[in-house]
């Protein structure tokens, strides 16, 4: 019988990241997962700005963009028009990352499985969870292993294990939603084309879109595209049955793509669902990412929204022992509302874009070849391309209800208590500097205003850090959480301060 802080089941990108981030905040952590190894086959290839902004403290954000493509180029093919777009052109304001970062989720998952191991955290394939029971507030679990079945008892289990979740079957949370008549067809193709190289193709058809993915994994080009769902029998979510070369070839012709397809060494249909969980917790037992709530790959979120939350709830769970209750609360107050506005972007964008509705398909087939001729001088627009990208990195994200988020007093400019720290150059100890830079490590972050009195806060625990702001005028403070969001703000002094470390265990 082993006795731990945090079970993590499922060691996908949410897995990895939520096991990080309760390691570094001081919890002990086992992640297990049933495959015998990772799936290689990237689902998601897009890391937005924000996923950035919350690994960084971990210190995996400099090996991400090491792999990644900071400035991709995309051809939106309209009819017999090309239009190119630069990706990495966005031009956003207010963070280190002012780009769309194209990233493979196969390493995404390398660099955090790296991360772990150097901690000191192997990840456990071939592990799967046989049975899930609460007993005196904590998490009973069997786990099936080649050594066989094995008792284990940990103070919490995170299910970051998919649509299919027996954590979420076992804690009894309904799954509320629906199954979207489209699928999606993967597939990686050697193709006899004339498409520049190292380029994403976005042909628009009547039909819908399709995507051709310069990623190389298992060839030239991945291919993303839709159709109306079939009747096979499988996991929602998950790669399933391969897709004959006609269909996809069809699929192809369909959007008016002038290519062939030459090889075509793996294939899949996906079927597709728009579900969010009732709740987020259960006791001891947690959800997260794919357990929590799935929809479409439109618009990029699934990864990302995974990622956020698991960066939400890790250094929860690891302060929790010394917090109030309230702290375990906010996850499920803070991220289902998030969940579902996550959803309702990624709904929008899959209608548009998948539909077989009349509407969509008239704009995508009628419609977008006529605008064709403006799209050179619209997609030319950086402040245009910014706001798409910005939207996409889910800015709209605030936690202002939580009980977490508190204000002492009349606040002027500035965040507001559960509002992103903004990423704004400061002076700080004499030199400039820009804020996420002096927050990009674990724990809290006390940012004191420059006639903000310190010797009431001389005694704070390592769990503190605190920077002085030369550039900020008066006596106020700024209490940053690990997830970085402002969590406290006063506008003069550090009266209730005590009470707010309290409530979020960082005493």
């Not at 595209?225 to 192809?252: H, K, M, N, W």
């Not at 005028?473 to 003069?492: C, E, F, K, M």
Request: hydrophobic letters at 45%; a neutral charge.
């Amino acid at each position: 019988m082993s006795s731990l802080d945090v079970l993590v089941v499922g060691a996908g990108p949410t897995g990895l990241t939520l096991a990080l981030q309760a390691h570094e905040h001081g919890a002990t952590v086992r992640i297990v997962d049933r495959r015998s190894e990772a799936f290689r086959r990237s689902r998601a290839m897009i890391v937005h700005a924000r996923t950035l902004e919350c690994l960084r403290p971990l210190g995996v954000t400099a090996a991400l963009l090491d792999r990644a493509d900071r400035s991709p180029r995309a051809q939106l093919h309209v009819g017999s028009r090309v239009v190119d777009v630069g990706l990495g052109a966005a031009a956003m304001r207010g963070t280190a990352y002012p780009h769309l970062t194209m990233v493979r989720q196969a390493d995404v998952e390398e660099i955090l499985q790296d991360a772990l191991r150097r901690r000191g955290v192997e990840l456990e394939w071939g592990v799967e969870l046989d049975a899930l029971e609460v007993a005196d507030e904590r998490a009973q679990a069997t786990l099936g292993t080649t050594r066989g079945r094995e008792p284990t008892t940990s103070r919490y289990v995170v299910g970051c294990d998919g649509p299919a979740s027996m954590v979420r079957n076992t804690a009894g949370i309904a799954w509320d939603g629906g199954s979207y008549r489209q699928e999606i067809v993967l597939a990686d193709l050697e193709l006899e084309a004339d498409l520049m190289p190292d380029v994403l193709h976005v042909v628009a058809g009547r039909t819908g879109l399709l995507f051709l993915f310069a990623l190389g994994e298992g060839a030239t080009w991945r291919l993303l595209g839709t159709r109306p769902a079939g009747s096979a029998d499988q996991p929602y979510g998950q790669p399933g049955q391969a897709v004959d070369a006609a269909e996809v070839q069809a699929l192809i012709d369909d959007a008016g793509l002038e290519a062939q397809v030459r090889e075509m060494p793996w294939s899949a249909q996906v079927r597709l669902q728009h579900r969010v969980a009732r709740k987020f917790r259960y006791g001891p037992l947690f959800l997260a990412g794919d357990a929590a709530h799935t929809h479409s790959p439109a618009a990029a979120q699934g990864m990302n929204t995974g990622i956020i939350e698991a960066v939400n709830l890790g250094w929860k769970l690891a302060y929790a022992d010394h917090a109030r209750p309230a702290l375990l609360d906010s996850y499920d107050r803070e991220r289902r509302p998030a969940a579902r506005q996550a959803l309702a972007l990624t709904h929008a964008v899959f209608f548009a874009e998948a539909s077989t509705h009349p509407l969509p398909q008239f704009l995508r087939g009628r419609v977008l070849p006529l605008l064709a001729p403006l799209l050179p001088m619209m997609v030319r627009q950086p402040h245009a391309m910014a706001a798409v990208i910005t939207l996409l990195s889910q800015p709209w994200v605030r936690y202002p209800g939580s009980a977490l988020s508190v204000a002492d007093g009349f606040l002027a400019r500035g965040p507001r208590p559960g509002d992103r720290l903004p990423d704004r150059v400061v002076t700080c100890a004499g030199r400039q500097t820009r804020l996420h830079d002096l927050t990009a490590s674990p724990g809290v972050h006390l940012l004191l205003a420059r006639d903000a009195e310190r010797a009431e806060l001389d005694r704070l625990g390592p769990r503190v850090t605190v920077h002085r702001i030369d550039s900020w005028p008066g006596t106020g403070l700024t209490a940053v959480r690990p997830d970085g969001h402002v969590g406290y703000r006063s506008a003069r002094s550090a009266r209730a301060l005590t009470d707010w470390l309290e409530l979020v265990g960082a005493t």
